[in-house]
């Protein structure tokens, strides 16, 4: 549809949903002559979409015109401490930190005091901290990434979420593609390893169900009971951070029966022989004591995917957020290239579809404008997983300094809120409250982060600015326009950057572009202004404008990838042996190694307990997470311990019990919810604010700053604890 269509004396708007999350919906905003949003919907003509929206977004209104809103710049009082004010979860509050200014004067102190740090400490000792609170093109990193390269400040390694599971799959397949999401009614079997499809990617879901109306089986493989295990035909309800063996267990089951598709492997595949020989020494009996299942059902479930055609995978990031996780998903993404399920319609797999949108990324955020920096060069990275070290230790050490590995004096936060998300929570608060870190948080709502800022800014909501995006679940490109103005003296993060940037005297034309025109640098047009983009060849700034949502356009049968080569690797070759690893000098195979921290660990007799820190089903990470009615939603288990009756039971713990969960990283004080939804030796909680939890902590003041083994990204899943009735 066009950008605005008026009926009466209203006007319906489109737009995408910009928060982190595969559907990337249409939606399509009502609007009335007054100009104020009225009503959200799903587009109806999106194959996608279909017409609906999530719970979370469908009282998407609600969260724009919240009382809690952030409408004007803030600035910490004199003499105010940084940290949550009074008492936990007591509302209002965090505004007595602060007093109003103006956007000109907030502008010129941050501006004058970056550029102070920068002088002082060296331009390296500012960190930028963002990630997809929205996955708008220009929204996650456009004029933002402009501004940073030219200021010569540290750049952010964003590992937290998808890291070490995209780089896992990109060693077996050199891209991110997978089977589309209309292609799952063709399946006759549906495996979701890790994916709580009704929960985290519910317009999957109608597609799910017209397979099994067909006939498919559904079968999730996840150590917790989700919407979408307690759903399913059969779910087997695995160890936590143990996938890699349960992969490897189903692969020696269809090499030792003949179940692979030896003409697919042939023409397709490298490292074939070697992968057979490591799988051997995984036998169903050797991972039934890894896993926690029975030989049986291991042989089963290797049978029946093997055997079931088509049979698809749909593998979240959940499975790669263990110590192991990127080897459990490169293990789990080899299957189908064992099996030849690329070959059938509705075969294959599907983690992540973004490899398919090849915007003009350099154009976006201009790499180049580093060599003006003072540095001349690019800047250090600094992982976003290790935030807690970024902020206490980074810096510290004998012949750290300005010149080489200066500290962090300055941290400039949009698009996330690491008080309440970042791992290892304890050594983060005690970073983002040195009196000697500077702190802007560029936000919508007063949350954990910016409790600890000197400048609070208000944000924008995707009915408020114009932006581009595509999607990691599916193969449309979207155009999102803006419904309403901003509320408030909210202000887009393309905006804002522009602003400082003319405010610090940067004076290249890139920081004068508009929406629009970066818009078209990221379609990256010809002279004809059709995109230069692969896949994006019959698309220009206004046939998008103009349709709202465009497919990609493939070669003939590239929609379904991985049904013939070449594919983007070193050998040309679906790789189970992988020639990029082996160059590094690291194990080109799959192998199972414990986590640290699991029950296999060293650490097991102190902390027995698995601990899953899960995502609640009505917020999007800690987004949505203030606001009243989604925490009704969430009622039942806020501020609950999920426990298995034999855990408790061994503890003397009774359902409604207050009880008391730590390790060496910190202690959270919680309700104990007495459940089989875990297993026994697992217990679970969910995300929350921490100044929205009892006694002000969240489970991220549990879990550890140990990367994974691919993609140094963060482990939320490999934790251990103990548990006590207070």
């Given at each position: ?11 319906i708007?489109?737009?995408?949903c ?10 399509l ?6 100009g104020?949003?009225v ?8 194959p ?11 009282k ?5 015109y ?20 009074g ?7 965090e505004?007595?930190?602060f ?10 102190a941050i501006?004058?005091?970056l ?13 930028p ?6 996955i ?7 004029m ?8 010569g400040a ?9 890291e070490a ?11 991110k ?37 067909n ?9 917790y ?38 003409h ?5 595949t ?7 020989e ?11 004591q890894?896993t ?14 093997a ?7 749909r ?9 192991n ?9 080899m ?5 030849g ?6 075969g ?35 992982n976003?997983s290790r935030l807690?070290?970024a ?22 936060v949009?698009n ?8 290892n ?6 970073g ?6 500077f702190?802007?948080?560029?936000e ?15 944000a924008?909501t ?49 920081f ?8 078209r640098?990221?379609?990256n ?22 349709e ?26 679906i ?32 902390f027995?307990l ?18 009243d009615?989604h925490?009704?939603m ?7 311990l999920?426990?298995?009756?034999a855990?408790?039971a ?7 019990d ?21 297993n ?12 929205l939890t ?13 990367l ?8 939320f899943?490999?934790?251990l ?5 207070v």
């Open positions: 549809m066009a950008a605005a269509t008026q009926t009466g004396p209203f006007r708007v489109y737009t995408v910009s928060h982190d999350c595969p559907d990337s919906c249409a939606v905003v009502t609007v009335n002559s007054e104020r949003a009503k959200v919907q799903g587009d109806p003509a999106h996608v979409t279909q017409g609906f929206l999530c719970g979370k977004v469908a998407y209104l609600d969260r724009v919240s009382p809690q809103r952030i409408l004007h710049p803030l600035r910490r009082k004199p003499g105010i401490p940084k940290g949550p004010l008492k936990t979860g007591e509302k209002g509050r505004l007595e930190a007093e109003p200014i103006t956007w000109d004067e907030a502008l010129a501006a004058s005091r550029q102070q740090i920068a002088a002082t400490h060296g331009p390296e000792s500012i960190l901290y963002s990630y997809a609170g929205t708008g093109l220009l929204g996650y990193g456009s933002d990434r402009r501004f940073f390269h030219r200021l540290s750049q952010l390694d964003r590992t937290i979420c998808a599971g995209g780089q896992a799959f990109k060693l077996v397949y050199g891209k593609l997978g089977t589309p999401n209309e292609e799952f009614p063709k399946s006759r079997l549906i495996l979701a390893w890790g994916a709580n499809i009704h929960g985290t990617n519910v317009h999957l879901w109608p597609f799910v169900e017209q397979a099994r109306r006939g498919a089986r559904l079968i999730v493989i996840d150590p009971r989700t919407r979408t295990a307690a759903l399913a035909d059969w779910h087997i309800s695995i160890r936590p951070g143990t996938d890699a063996a349960l992969a490897l267990g189903l692969m020696h089951v269809i090499l030792r029966e003949g179940l692979q598709d030896q697919y492997i042939d023409e397709m490298h490292g074939f022989a070697p992968l057979s490591r799988v051997r020494a995984y036998t169903p009996e050797r991972v039934a890894i926690g299942l029975t030989p049986a059902e291991i042989e089963q479930l290797a049978r029946e995917y055997t079931t055609k088509p049979a698809v995978i593998m979240n990031y959940g499975v790669q957020r263990s110590e996780g990127g080897t459990a998903v490169r293990a789990i993404a299957l189908p290239a064992l099996t399920a690329w070959r059938h319609l509705g294959g797999a599907q983690l992540s579809m973004s490899g398919a949108f090849q915007w003009n990324s350099a154009a976006i955020e201009r790499p180049d404008l580093a060599l003006a920096s003072p540095l001349g060069r690019l800047a250090r990275v600094v976003m807690g070290h902020l206490t230790e980074l810096g510290t050490l004998p012949g750290e300094g300005p010149a080489n590995n200066p500290r962090v004096h300055a941290l400039f949009y996330s809120n690491p008080a309440a998300i970042a791992p929570q304890n050594a983060v608060r005690a983002l409250q040195r009196p000697d870190l702190t802007v948080v560029h919508q709502f007063l949350t954990d982060t910016t409790d600890y800022a000197d400048f609070v800014l208000p924008t995707f009915l408020e600015h114009t932006d581009i995006q595509g999607a990691y679940g599916h193969y449309f490109v979207q155009q999102s326009n803006q419904a309403i103005a901003p509320v408030g003296e909210s202000r887009s993060n393309v905006w804002l950057f522009s602003q400082l940037a003319q405010r610090c005297g940067f004076t290249e034309p890139c004068g572009d508009t929406p629009e025109e970066m818009i640098q990221a379609l047009p010809d002279a004809t202004g059709h995109s230069q983009n692969p896949g994006m060849e019959h698309i220009t700034a206004e046939s998008l404008a103009a709202g949502h465009i497919h990609l356009q493939f070669p003939e049968g590239a929609a379904r990838p991985f049904q013939s080569g070449p594919v983007p690797t070193p050998t040309g070759r790789e189970f042996y992988s020639e990029t690893l082996a160059a590094a000098g690291e194990d080109p195979l799959p192998a199972f190694i414990p986590p640290t921290e699991s029950r296999l660990g060293p650490d097991a007799a102190r027995p698995e601990f899953l820190p899960r995502k609640a089903d009505n917020y999007m990470n800690s987004t949505f997470a203030n606001l009615g925490r009704k969430e009622a039942t288990t806020n501020h609950r999920e426990i298995h009756p855990d408790a061994a503890r003397g713990i009774q359902d409604g207050p009880i008391r969960i730590w390790n060496d990283r910190g202690t959270l004080n919680l309700t104990a919810l007495v459940s089989e939804k875990v026994p030796g697992v217990v679970a909680s969910r995300l929350d604010w921490a100044k009892p006694g002000g902590q969240n489970v991220n003041s549990l879990t550890s700053e140990r994974t083994d691919i993609g140094q990204a963060a482990t899943y490999s934790t604890v103990e548990v006590a009735k």
